[in-house]
């Protein structure tokens, strides 16, 4: 049928009404049609109305199907943006490219994750219930809760004073982390690796593996997954120490590129190779580098985000502590602990430690080496006692 223009209405929606009317001859159904600023038409049952009527019925009942399919989104986009729209205008604000990269990737992995599921709920009518249940949906992980229910805070905040949501509508607005998970988090699941963990670990995988040299080089060196896996031989001076910016927070890490971490390099065969010092020296499974050089970090697919590829990392070497038989809890970011809890029991200088790790606040040197500080007590004592 020939699509036709349609005139202005001036008094509402198009419509098609039917009812019946029972007279002495039976029921009789009658239509009654409006098509723009056309009067209205009335018509019988029965093949009896001319052509022009038979086609302004046509054209009506066009009109009207096709109302009919758009309303729902009408009625949507009256109702407010939705939840993926929102998210994907929320990436190029101020509030979100001001963040660290890394703090930036993490929260567009989770918020899209997020965004692919429940896209299409419109944000202004999300509530405390929808939030809570997205956060027990992820009870068994607390670490996933927690970082999720951070997102959305600075989300909304953002949406809230940005003009574009009231605060009344705001779904986190007093919502907290169940009692259970927030213990959880509290404790945090980063164990520190005791040197039992340590001699277990190297007895099961031997040297020239890229497991005991992933080890050996977070343990050497005290690197976080996220800037291990960019390791390569152009940080080293040649003085023998390794500088690099951290890429969580760009300050200066300055550990010592030491005998045993060169003898550990040198006996893995899948290491990168030597002529190429701009190469990161830790591979994959597959034989590629963890990290990519001159990738941008968030402008690829959440899949190959190679900003996103220190959590494979960790996530490869977690299997390998419990191909090791390690419990449960002890991952890569343990290892950074146990290295600087045994730097504290050399009785190293908290500048010498913040130097070293690359460390601004002198509290992290406390909540990296509380146990080893509570050893040096106990050592102390026990020296004290037997020499009574």
């Not at 052509?51 to 009506?60: C, E, G, S």
């Not at 490219?97 to 703090?103: G, H, I, K, L, P």
């Not at 990290?291 to 941008?296: D, L, Q, S, V, W």
Request: proline share 5%.
């Amino acid at each position: 049928m020939k699509t036709l223009s349609k005139p202005a209405s001036k008094s509402g929606r198009d419509y098609i009404k039917s009812w019946t009317v029972n007279g002495a001859n039976g029921p009789t159904t009658y239509n009654r049609l409006r098509y723009g600023s056309h009067p209205e038409v009335k018509l019988p049952n029965g093949p009896r109305y001319s052509k022009p009527v038979q086609d302004a019925a046509k054209i009506a009942l066009q009109v009207y199907l096709d109302q009919e399919a758009e309303q729902p989104a009408q009625d949507k986009k009256k109702r407010g943006d939705t939840l993926g729209a929102a998210l994907s205008r929320y990436f190029d604000t101020p509030a979100f490219q001001t963040m660290r990269s890394s703090t930036r990737e993490k929260r567009r992995y989770i918020l899209n994750a997020l965004g692919k599921r429940y896209g299409d709920c419109v944000l202004s009518e999300l509530t405390d219930e929808t939030v809570e249940k997205w956060l027990a949906a992820r009870e068994a992980t607390p670490a996933a809760a927690r970082n999720l229910l951070v997102a959305l805070q600075h989300f909304f905040s953002e949406r809230i004073g940005a003009g574009l949501l009231k605060k009344r509508n705001n779904p986190v607005l007093g919502v907290r982390l169940e009692k259970r998970v927030a213990r959880k988090v509290a404790k945090g699941h980063y164990k520190t690796w005791k040197q039992a963990h340590v001699d277990q670990f190297r007895a099961h995988w031997p040297m020239g593996t890229m497991e005991r040299l992933a080890f050996e080089i977070m343990l050497l060196t005290g690197m976080s997954a996220a800037d291990v896996i960019r390791f390569s031989r152009s940080w080293v001076g040649a003085d023998n120490i390794i500088r690099y910016r951290r890429r969580k927070t760009s300050s200066e890490g300055m550990p010592l590129f030491s005998k045993e971490l060169r003898a550990a390099i040198a006996a893995c065969p899948l290491a990168a190779p030597a002529d190429r010092p701009f190469e990161p020296i830790l591979r994959g499974p597959s034989g590629v580098p963890w990290y990519a050089i001159g990738e941008t970090c968030g402008d690829t697919d959440e899949e190959t985000d190679e900003g996103w590829r220190n959590q494979h990392f960790s996530q490869w070497f977690t299997k390998a502590a419990r191909a090791a038989g390690l419990p449960e809890g002890y991952s890569a970011h343990g290892v950074r602990k146990r290295a600087a809890c045994d730097d504290c029991l050399k009785s190293w200088p908290q500048a010498q430690l913040m130097g070293k790790y690359g460390w601004t606040d002198p509290k992290e040197v406390v909540l990296y080496t509380l146990e080893a500080e509570k050893e040096l007590f106990m050592l102390a004592e026990a020296a004290k006692d037997a020499a009574d």
